[in-house]
Nanobody, 113 residues
Framework: QVRLEESGGGLVQAGASLRLSCTAT????????MAWFRQAPGKEREFVCA????????SYSDSVKGRFTISRDNPKSTMYLQLNSPKPEDTAVYYC??????WGQGTQVTVSS
């Protein structure tokens, strides 16, 4: 059974750094384009960033561009999201996604001011 598991969330102060991980099992990770989404309380789930299967191209929402970095390690079947200079408005549950087919359960990120 395909499983995506996020980790690394928690409470962080604004301006500090945090790295999220998404580890895949029972999936040939290297053939999937991957993405991060997030959902804040009372809001719809929104796109954060994406990375192609070979890691050669990335894309970001305007709200995180220049602050967050997506990367992946295919031999480890793991994707990362580096949150630099997070803001309170980045508080949300962060989800990893494989080509809109598979979703993780999410990891909570809370940014305090």
């Amino acid at each position: 059974q395909v499983r995506l598991e996020e980790s690394g969330g928690g409470l962080v102060q604004a301006g500090a750094s945090l790295r999220l991980s998404c580890t895949a099992t029972e999936i040939f990770f290297a053939i999937y384009d991957m993405a991060w989404f997030r959902q804040a309380p009372g809001k719809e789930r929104e796109f954060v960033c994406a990375i192609t299967r070979d890691g050669s191209r990335t894309s970001y929402s305007d709200s995180v561009k220049g602050r967050f970095t997506i990367s992946r390690d295919n031999p480890k079947s793991t994707m990362y999201l580096q949150l630099n200079s997070p803001k309170p408005e980045d508080t949300a549950v962060y989800y990893c996604n494989a080509e809109n087919r598979f979703w993780g359960q999410g990891t909570q990120v809370t940014v305090s001011s």
